[in-house]
């Protein structure tokens, strides 16, 4: 059976039995598209594409990302005089490139106006910045030293707290006992509660069961379709340094580009499915100065790490990308894009939260057994493919290395 060609960006699915659909790249016409960028969600097939089909997207992604981090630094000298030496920095590094005097004063590629904003404390956005001022950020941004100034960030998963989380029958999340005002709190006590503001919050309404949702017997591959699900989510949150509200827009299209479930219509069947599909986006073009692989790898522990919490992690995680979608929601009504395009995005985020809601209604009725099972095959998974990476190193090139793990990371270990 052939697979069937679509050019218009209707969600596709896949089975061993039905080929997948393949959709044109939007930007050349002429390859099928691999990946879905995470600004506009318009599919693409590679690199020079994905550079070339929205110089807004390509150019706004990461300096975005960069700007909004920067932005929950704290003002104090030593933060501000590092932000400029950098710029600095990368201007004298310009002018040698370009064959120009060395003795040039640095200082003169950064108005003074700027200076005095940065050392004030004010808020100073890329739009402010002149021509030359800009060029030297978007440098600092590309190399990375931008992002060391960022401090970063703890995931709520991995702390003692998101192991207190309880709930009760209903699905709504049981109110944590405070402290008497007349009791001094201790310093391990007032760890615990700063850790437990973090915890993003659960059901503020009993979840319905699932035979008034639907009459229809629920999938059977609900547990890999949440694999891809949390996995797109920690995604968004470690891109975002944890803090998804400073760009909502942005954290909502990212879980789409990567989840296939959310974003794509898809639906996968097995785990090494899920899997190959959420580490292929990682490393495409418009996510690869994450880390590529290896950041993937440190995702899927990250979806280990919440399975092994269990249903209480699990819903609150559900919840709060609820909120992100919603988030994302209400700030398209605001915006003027093309209004096809508008009515496409709102579709697919309506589509999405219903399947956020419906797979929280679903993880609720599970039993706890069912997270170890499934955290044990992702491990399993992730094993597979740590193995045949080591051995395809290892290998010589005409030899042919196990067929089963290579259907993980063959895809995008060269990419």
Known sequence: MADSIITSEKPSTSSPLDPPSRIVCHVCQKQFSKYTCPRC??????????????????ESFMRDNVVGELGQLGSNDETKQKMLDILKRFHSEEQVADGMDEDVDVDSALSEETIQKVLGGGEVSFDDLSAEEKKLFQRAVASGELSKMI???????????????????????????????????????DLESSQANEIPPGPETPLPP????????PSPFLAVHLV??????????????????SDATGSAMVVLSVSSVLGQGGQPETVLEALSYCLEQTCSPAFRQMGGLQFGLGLVDDVIS???????????????????????????KSEKPRKSRRVEIRSKLKQAERKIYFLMCWVHEQPGEAWSSLGASVRAEKSSAMNYE?????????NKPEPRSKALIEEVKDI
Not at 210 to 217: E, I, V
Request: aromatic residues 10%; contains cysteine.
């Open 41 to 58: 969600n318009s599919r693409y097939c590679s690199l020079h594409c994905y550079k070339s089909h929205n110089i807004r997207c390509t």
């Open 390 to 398: 080591a051995v395809s190193r290892s290998r010589k090139p005409d």
């Open 228 to 245: 891809d699900i949390i996995y797109s989510y920690c995604f968004a949150l470690r891109l975002y340094n944890g803090d998804w509200q």
């Open 306 to 332: 919440l399975l092994t919490i269990g249903t209480p992690a699990l819903l609150c995680l559900l919840c709060d990308l609820q909120r992100m979608v919603q988030a994302r929601e209400t700030e398209l």
């Open 151 to 189: 401090k970063p960030w703890d995931p709520w998963w991995l702390k003692p707290s998101a192991r207190t989380i309880s709930f009760s029958k209903e699905g709504t999340q049981l109110i944590q006992p405070l402290a008497r005002e007349d009791e001094p709190m201790s310093s391990e006590d």
């Open 210 to 217: 699932l035979s008034k949702l639907s009459s229809a017997k």
